[in-house]
């Protein structure tokens, strides 16, 4: 458990300083890993990730929105509607007791997409689906779930999950030599896409 712990948090010493402006995450899928030289295909192409000694997989798995009550911390992207309200494109579930990245700030999954990571205060359910309020650190943001998006719950992987055509999330940080390295590597389960 400690390692997982550690990768959250590796996760999210990169999101304070996305504050402003959308971070640069990999989405895509493995073509190789030779040695610690993950090869993914990317919408940009073919891209080499170069993996720490100690990387670790985190496995994000599917649950239902019962998963989401009052005192979950959650992380969701948004896209926002004019009433200042944001829409849920996913949700993903931390693990009770972790409180990684809170805030609300820009994302990447799609143009104009925000991320809100935070805890859960009063749920709503409704015709449309369930409204959250989500309170981080100055603030709070009230999120509609709607129906039949992805939620997962964050929890720990194993390396054997990273072959080719699997599907997944990284944060990479820029090494001194240039390159693009990782501690850390998220998957979906069976091979799926990570919804964030």
């Known amino acids: 458990m400690r390692p997982f ?3 959250l948090a590796v996760i999210a010493l990169a999101l304070p300083a996305v504050a402003q402006t959308p971070p640069q995450n990999l989405r895509g899928a493995v073509k190789s890993l030779s040695g610690d030289d ?3 295909q990317t919408k940009a192409g073919p891209t080499v990730v170069k993996l720490s000694a100690a990387w670790t997989v985190v496995e994000m798995q599917p649950v239902t929105v019962d998963a989401i009550k009052p005192g979950s911390f959650i992380g969701t992207t ?9 829409r849920s494109l996913e949700v993903h579930v931390f693990p009770p007791g972790v409180k990684i990245g809170e805030g609300h700030y820009p994302w ?3 143009p104009h997409s925000m991320m809100t990571n935070g805890t859960v ?4 359910a409704g015709a449309k689906g369930r409204t959250l309020e989500v309170a981080y650190p100055g603030g709070e943001h009230n999120v509609l779930v ?4 992805p939620i997962v719950q964050i929890t720990p992987g194993t390396r054997d999950m990273v072959k080719p055509g699997v599907k997944v999330f990284i944060v990479p940080a820029k090494r001194p030599d240039g390159a693009l390295g990782a501690d850390t590597v998220l998957v979906g ?8």
Not at 189 to 196: D, E, F, I, N, V
Request: charged share 20%; net charge neutral.
């Open 189 to 196: 389960q069976s091979g799926a896409a990570p919804p964030m």
């Open 108 to 110: 990447d999954l799609k």
């Open 121 to 124: 205060g009063k749920v709503v």
């Open 5 to 7: 712990l550690s990768a």
């Open 146 to 149: 709607p129906p039949n998006i």
């Open 78 to 86: 948004t896209v926002e509607k004019a009433d200042g309200t944001g």
């Open 38 to 40: 993950l090869t993914l």
